[in-house]
Each structure stands twice: as structure tokens, then as C-alpha cells.
């Protein structure tokens, strides 16, 4: 099975369940705090691969959901800025195995590149508390 270094927000419950699911399938999880973690853009702008910049975002993070941030007006140079500034809009979690990195977490996108115990219903990112 992998080591998954998982970036996460301490606390949140969608993390805490992708932790839990991670572990079932028989990965050992390095919990990392996403908050705490000292980006740049060299070291972030890999986790996004070829998604288009406003999935870049954390949908569930205040400013995101109020409108005060529209994803969809950020180019990647202001994107990586607006993420490094304020981790709270990163879209989480974080996941690095090896060399490969993913933001977010796709139940079909993780079994299919590390494996999942069982199968995922529907979406696990984002608050549940919202």
C-alpha cells in the first residue's frame, strides 16, 4: 500500500472521513496542517496538474461562498497568489504519494490511482457541517 502525505485543515470532519477511508484501504496517512505549511508557488502549483484554475479552489471557504472570491476570475500567477495568501481557499486535501500530487479528493480519481477499500457514494469534499 502508499504513504499518502495528506495536507489538511486539523479539524475538519470531510478530512478526518477521507483519512479514515485512506487507512481502511490499507495506507499509511501522514497528516500534514495545509494552514501551517509554507507555500510557494513552486511548491503548490504541482498538487493542481491540469485542472482548469477555479478548481484550483476550496468551494466551501467563506469568501468563495459569500462571493467575495469568484474562482473563475483568477488567472494561475493571481490564483497561486490569492492560495499562498490565504490557505483557507486552497481546495483540500492535498494528497502527494511519491511523485505524483492531487488536490481534493475524487473517490473514483483515488481508487483508481492508490486504491480504496470500498466504494465512495457520491461527494466527500467540502463541509459537512455547511
Not at 489538511?8 to 494552514?35: W, Y
Not at 490569492?82 to 483557507?88: D, F, G, M, S, T
Request: aromatic share 8%.
Amino acid at each position: 500500500m502508499a504513504t499518502v502525505i495528506f495536507y489538511e485543515k486539523p479539524g475538519c470532519i470531510g478530512n478526518a472521513k477521507q483519512k479514515r477511508l485512506l487507512a481502511e484501504a490499507g495506507h499509511r496517512v501522514e497528516a500534514r496542517n495545509l494552514l501551517a505549511e509554507a507555500w510557494t508557488a513552486a511548491t503548490l502549483r504541482p498538487f493542481f496538474g491540469e485542472r482548469p484554475v477555479a478548481d484550483w479552489f476550496n468551494r466551501s471557504a467563506p469568501a468563495v461562498k459569500s462571493g467575495e472570491i469568484d474562482p473563475g476570475r483568477f488567472d494561475e500567477e493571481s490564483a497561486l497568489a490569492a492560495l499562498i495568501a490565504a490557505p483557507l481557499l486552497i481546495r483540500r486535501p492535498l494528497m502527494q504519494v511519491g511523485d505524483r500530487r492531487e488536490a481534493g479528493f475524487e473517490p473514483d480519481l483515488v481508487d483508481a490511482w492508490i486504491g480504496l477499500a470500498a466504494p465512495v457514494g457520491g461527494s466527500i469534499e467540502g463541509c459537512p457541517r455547511q
